[in-house]
């Protein structure tokens, strides 16, 4: 079993809609979560980085994590264009111990 | 944040050959990360490059294959020795500096023939 699965699409959605991206993780011991953004030919970029449960908000992205089903989410409102690209979870046990990837979700927003 | 820059952004090689990757940081960094990121796959850690000294392997990943480099706070390379089809993929460096946020360069893609 991987330690972090995420479905990888593709995923098209129209301009203006709330996206919902999604990932599942088998050990309960990850205590910091992450989403990265990959455009086209570039390295991830942090978009979101969490500890334990709850929610974070910025701007028009929320990160959602619930512990007790090990199930992560990033949601995006208001999508735009620009927000056509590969989304990456990530997980790790400490804040200085190794990342451990989702493999992406390839999300494309329709004009 | 960091600007990282990676040389060769791409290349494609014959198999049997090694090809180095280098990263350069605007900066100085504390830790530089190498990593391989397959078509559909996740990221996965190659290494973690330590300044001075023999970089750490992660399993599956090792020395002979992959020697890397990293003789400042600023700059890496990394190896890829003997390459085989199955070593074309996209290598990123990543740097940090507090270990809890990482940045990384625009990938080398590699694809061996």
């Known amino acids: 079993q991987k330690e972090v699965e995420q479905d990888p699409g593709p995923l098209s959605v129209p301009e203006g809609a709330i996206v919902s991206l999604n990932c599942t993780y088998s050990?309960?011991?990850?205590?910091?979560f992450m989403w990265y953004r990959q455009y086209s030919r570039k390295g991830p970029e942090l978009l979101m980085y969490?500890?334990?449960?709850g929610n974070k908000e910025d701007g028009r992205f929320t990160a959602q994590v619930d512990k007790s089903s090990k199930y992560i989410s990033l949601f995006i409102r208001d999508s735009q264009p620009s927000d056509s690209a590969t989304y990456l979870c990530?997980?790790?046990?400490?804040?200085?111990?190794?990342?451990?990837f989702g493999s992406g979700t390839r999300l494309s927003i329709r004009p | 944040s960091a600007v990282i820059s990676q040389k060769p952004s791409r290349d494609i090689c014959q198999r049997g050959t090694s090809l180095t990757i280098q990263c350069q940081v605007d900066?100085?960094?504390?830790?530089m990360f190498w990593y391989r990121q397959q078509p559909g796959q996740s990221l996965t850690l190659i290494a973690t490059?330590?300044?001075?000294?023999?970089?750490?392997?992660e399993s599956g990943f090792v020395i002979d294959k992959f020697p890397i480099s990293r003789p400042n706070l600023t700059f890496s390379t990394l190896t890829v020795s003997n390459m085989s089809p199955e070593d074309s993929s996209i290598y990123l460096c990543?740097?940090?500096?507090?270990?809890?946020?990482?940045?990384f360069g625009p990938g080398t893609r590699l694809l061996v023939l």
């Open positions: 990543s740097v940090t500096r507090d270990s809890e946020t990482q940045y």
């Open positions: 490059a330590n300044q001075g000294s023999e970089a750490t392997y």
């Open positions: 050990n309960s011991a990850f205590q910091y």
């Open positions: 900066s100085q960094v504390t830790m």
């Open positions: 990530a997980v790790r046990y400490s804040s200085a111990s190794k990342i451990i």
């Open positions: 969490t500890y334990s449960s």
